[in-house]
């Protein structure tokens, strides 16, 4: 991890709660698990100022992957590209804007991901589990956060999860609560 992306992970954390970023502790399990697995092709939904995005970009500098973040806000959106231009990962990423159901709607039909990570509107989980199903490569993983935090908005999305025989799941007790599942 270079030095200015060390620095801005600190300065974005004094703000955390404003912009609703993912805890350290769930940036580095991240980060690491986008390594052992290998990601070549990751997908965000939920960009905010771009503090989560940070710990997938230095991962997927390593295994020479590529993400794509979806944000509403292209005020805050701005302020993530802002930062990941400056940690050196310009070429390492695609920043959409849009409401995250329309922009899934959009996207080419055979495009494929092997890491899913999804953190916005806690209701429409569900929808973006499902709209994003068949975007899912064999052995990819998907990450929700805020399962324990938000449960009843994120309930029928994890029961969606939990049931279908292709997922496996389990929910790690992080601030928030982040599930993690394996599709097989
Ligand atoms: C919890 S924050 C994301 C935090 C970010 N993943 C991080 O840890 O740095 C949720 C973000 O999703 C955006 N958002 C909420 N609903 C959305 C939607 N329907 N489509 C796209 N973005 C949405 C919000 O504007 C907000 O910036």
New binding site residues.
């Given amino acids: 991890m270079n030095d200015i992306l060390k620095k801005t992970l600190k300065e974005?954390e004094i703000t955390q709660r404003e912009?609703?970023?993912?805890p350290r502790q769930?940036?580095n399990f991240l980060n690491m698990l986008i390594k052992i697995k290998n990601t070549k092709n990751m997908f965000?939904?939920?960009?905010?100022?771009?503090?989560?995005?940070?710990?997938f970009l230095d991962a997927l500098q390593t295994t020479g992957g590529h993400l794509t973040?979806?944000?509403?806000?292209e005020k805050?959106?701005n302020v993530?590209i802002e930062h990941f231009n400056n940690c050196g990962f310009k070429n390492r990423y695609t920043a959409l804007i849009?409401?995250?159901?329309?922009?899934i709607k959009e996207l080419p039909e055979d495009e494929m991901f092997d890491f899913i990570?999804i953190?916005?509107?806690k209701r429409?989980y569900i929808e973006y589990f499902n709209l994003l199903k068949p975007h899912l490569l064999p052995n990819s993983i998907i990450c929700a956060?805020?399962v324990n935090s938000h449960r009843e908005k994120v309930q029928p999305f994890l029961d969606e999860i939990i049931s279908d025989s292709e997922f496996q799941t389990e929910i790690l007790d992080f601030t928030g609560g982040l599930s993690v599942s394996y599709k097989k």
């Fill in positions: 974005l912009f609703w970023n993912i769930t940036g965000e939904i939920g960009t905010s100022n771009g503090y989560s995005g940070l710990w973040t979806v944000e509403y806000y805050r959106q993530a849009g409401s995250a159901i329309d922009v990570f953190d916005a509107n429409e956060d805020n």
